[in-house]
């Protein structure tokens, strides 16, 4: 069944999105305005489950690429957001039927929502990720072969342009340096699928997964619950640690916000990020890492910290939660595990087991 | 009257493309092995001169873009070359009519020879330079309002992308970066021009004027005269210098082959580069600069020495030649000027004189 995104829900999924954000994503805040925006000159979008994706269905991937740290400074309009769905509609020379999610995470979850809003297009109910991830390549559609060229990217200055490359790792590099130069963040669109293909390779009911987790810290606030255990309880996870922040390091480094944060509690919690939360350690030892969610939840409110938020003195708490089981097969983990991402230690699962797949 | 570039008259043209290439455009044996390759394969180049290319003409150039020094290392193949070609034609919905070359200057006064070979084109006997300039934006058809987008761009490894920038200095930064993480050397094709266009905008007779010179330099040997005046007579240049090279400085940084040489002589003379010859300083005195032509050439030989060439002991003569009149303009030695270059300098003509234009 086909469902409404209305302005009422942006909220929550903003909130939800940014907890699966798992840090990255950038500001909410920015993203639930863009999406409102679109809603309201445009009217609400309709969300489309992945088995009722026709099997001729053109289907394009919207999202920012760049480092949300810089986008908070710079808010895209609709045309910006519009402009590489466009582009890539011509070079192709077929209609756009859908728009969906690369990721679900932060602002790559509502930008598509002002995409399709504003082309007028239905939005599919599904991600590329179950969460975000850093890299452009970094979502299951490349692990079931679909190209993630021809990609098209703008700028809001009126650059665009078309990659049509050998592999999607070509596609993150030079698309990564042409988002470096045109200002740190760029609008991108590309991973053309079928309806069955799709289906075959996006997450499921990521955008109600969104809802439910924004709407559910909403509710436990409200009843004076516990919106943290909520998250985790939605989420199928677990608390990692509770204390406060004491240290962070961050640089923007080749488009990337990269950096550290320690945090002080029962001992003391190192979260080592790329845009989002990679490694979570408790005294050097490993308790988590990617492909599993690590999120820092403010530690009364539920409210999801990303990683460009995280202050001094903050109090908070450090959730793991489940990947999407695709992420923790061998070719998936030399795609997003620790290993891709300098750290050589094997993929600790959300629960403190290890993975045997040596990626 | 249309012309024909064969095997027999490559070395010659190459020779003088390193000429007019004032130290930048590459190896002139790597350009010139690509042009007879492609001439074996698929016969002579017709060259057309501007006066007889048709209004509705579609007139693209090609070009390598990246660090010269890199190419000597990764030779370029027939594909490759005509990659761009093909992507852009493709991107247009036209069919190509012409190739032309983007500056007269080393690989790039081969390299659209090749491609014209290879493409089944004929070739403009003209240029958008009349020598080399390091930056994809520093033609004559910018100054025309020519944009260089859309531009293609392409690597050996199959990767293809499309720009459509703002204006052609973006194109330049955009395709650079690319160029950069793409390995130094990709192929370029845009400046998408009619035919009433491209005889406004090139420079007429180039690929005629390259041949010239290198014949010149040749037959001067042969007849045991001296090549080098042989040089600065066709160019209606004077020799600034002559000397002994005592000191090579050079990086490749951003995709530029940057550095400065001395030379001993009567005095010291510093040439400062950027895959081209931006600057001849005489104990410190700036005797010649951008946008005039600099050049070294071996003392006796008169052959072209390239900025990668240049060695320690090497006895040479330094040239300066005029550049096409239209470079002195004060909105054209904004974007090739010496002070564009970093330098706070006004432009230094061929003859001493310096520019009255505060640019």
Redesign the interface.
């Known amino acids: 069944m086909s469902w409404r995104v209305d302005s009422a829900s942006i909220d929550d999924l903003a909130r939800g999105a940014a907890v699966l954000g798992t840090g990255g994503g950038g500001d909410p805040y920015i993203g639930a305005l863009l999406a409102k925006r679109a809603i309201a000159e445009h009217g609400p979008v309709t969300a489309v489950r992945l088995d009722e994706l026709p099997e001729d269905a053109l289907v394009l991937t919207v999202a920012m690429m760049g480092a949300p740290t810089v986008m908070v400074e710079k808010l895209p309009g609709l045309d910006e957001v519009m402009g590489p769905v466009r582009?890539l509609g011509t070079?192709l020379g077929r209609p756009v039927t859908h728009v969906a999610c690369a990721e679900a995470g932060g602002v790559n979850s509502t930008i598509p929502i002002a995409a399709a809003a504003a082309l007028g297009l239905p939005l599919v109910d599904g991600d590329g990720m179950g969460r975000a991830f850093p890299e452009l390549q970094m979502v299951l559609p490349t692990l079931y072969g679909v190209s993630a060229s021809p990609l098209a990217f703008s700028d809001e200055?009126?650059?665009?342009?078309?990659?049509?490359?050998?592999d999607n790792l070509?596609t993150e590099?030079?698309a990564?340096?042409?988002a470096?130069?045109?200002g740190c963040s760029i609008m991108i669109s590309g991973f053309a699928m079928s309806g069955a293909q799709a289906r075959e390779s996006l997450v499921d009911g990521s955008l109600r997964q969104c809802i439910d987790l924004g709407a559910g810290i909403r509710e436990a606030r409200e009843l004076k619950l516990d919106p943290v255990e909520r998250v985790a309880g939605l989420l199928g996870g677990r608390e990692l640690f509770s204390g406060k922040v004491v240290d962070v390091q961050r640089g923007t480094t080749s488009g990337f916000a990269r950096g550290t944060a320690r945090i002080d509690g029962a001992g003391e919690l190192t979260l080592r990020f790329q845009n989002e939360h990679l490694i979570a350690e408790l005294d050097g030892r490993t308790l988590a890492t990617t492909p599993d969610l690590i999120m820092v939840l403010e530690h009364d409110s539920g409210e999801p910290i990303t990683t460009e938020g995280l202050r001094y003195g903050q109090r908070v708490r450090v959730l793991a939660a489940p990947s999407d089981p695709r992420w923790h097969s061998e070719e998936a983990l030399a795609m997003v595990g620790p290993r891709y991402f300098g750290y050589d230690i094997p993929a600790h699962r959300f629960d403190g087991t290890v993975s045997a797949v040596h990626a």
Chains 1, 2 share one sequence.
């Open positions: 582009a070079y200055k009126g650059n665009v342009g078309v990659l049509q490359t050998v070509w590099r030079i990564r340096v042409a470096v130069e045109m």
